[in-house]
């Protein structure tokens, strides 16, 4: 996986940043932000934690289909991911993300 984060400015002026795939996918999901500088610390907040198992949090929607959510050291949500139809497809992600996401390049396209 040749990961991306795309760090973009929303209509009501917020930030967020996804982080995407080679596929082109979506596989991490930001909060919104209330400035640039606090989007680019969540990458970095990404970057630092995505290589600990511990960050994970694997969840199950009300529909069934398994997602997980990236954690900070002090719990908070970074980043959430898509749904997933099987948990097996989820850990996969999972896998990847850890080996890959700390060297991703960042799109600015704000």
């Known amino acids: 996986?040749?990961?991306?984060?795309?760090?973009?400015?929303?209509?009501?002026g917020h930030f967020r940043f996804v982080l995407k795939g080679d596929n082109g996918e979506t596989v991490l999901t930001?909060?919104?932000?209330?400035?640039k500088a606090s989007a680019e610390n969540g990458i970095?907040?990404?970057k630092s934690n995505v290589g600990k198992e511990?960050?994970?949090?694997?969840?199950?929607?009300a529909n069934g289909k398994p997602y997980f959510n990236l954690k900070a050291a002090n719990g908070q949500v970074i980043g959430s991911s898509r749904l997933y139809e099987v948990e097996?497809?989820?850990?996969?992600?999972?896998?990847s993300?850890?080996?890959?996401?700390?060297?991703a390049e960042?799109?600015?396209l704000t």
Do not use: G
């Open 97 to 103: 993300t850890q080996l890959h996401a700390a060297q």
């Open 54 to 61: 511990s960050r994970y949090e694997r969840l199950v929607a």
């Open 1 to 12: 996986m040749a990961a991306t984060f795309e760090l973009s400015k929303c209509s009501d």
């Open 44 to 46: 970095a907040s990404v």
């Open 30 to 35: 930001s909060e919104l932000y209330q400035t």
């Open 106 to 108: 960042v799109k600015d």
């Open 88 to 95: 097996t497809s989820r850990e996969a992600v999972i896998a």
